[in-house]
């Protein structure tokens, strides 16, 4: 039984263990501390797994097999990075006070006119339009103190 097949799955388990306990979570500590763990293990699994599929697959296809983890982590972060994008631009409608631009923009990605005014309410907040302003705070004490 070689490493990879014992570290592996002990990977995964830190992994969904620290899921379930942060989904649970009493405080914003403890989710800080669930999310150090979680990136731990998230980081522990990624550099196991090409030498796990390096294992067990054929020489033929080891290299192309080796390959797919970090394809497919590049693949999620610009995902990710796009839809933040696309995201933003709602947000700059409604801070150039063109709400209804911001509205019709939102019900082209959802049928849901409750969801879609919801949403707009919500960013209507965040952009200091709703009832209550926000207290500025530094990004030090939002991240430490919410």
Known sequence: MGFCTIQFPFSALIFQTVAAVMTLVPSFEILMVGRFLAGTGIGFGFMIAPVYIAEVSSSVATGSFTSFPEIFINLGILLGYDSNYAFSNFQ???????????????????????????????????AGFGEEKYEQKPVWRELLSP
Do not use: G, P, Y
Request: charged share 35%; glycine share 0%; aromatic share 2%.
């Open 92 to 126: 700059w409608l409604v801070m150039q006070d063109r709400v209804d631009e911001a509205r019709s923009v939102l019900l082209k990605t959802n049928d849901n006119d409750a969801e879609v005014e919801e949403r707009l309410a919500e960013i209507l907040q965040a």
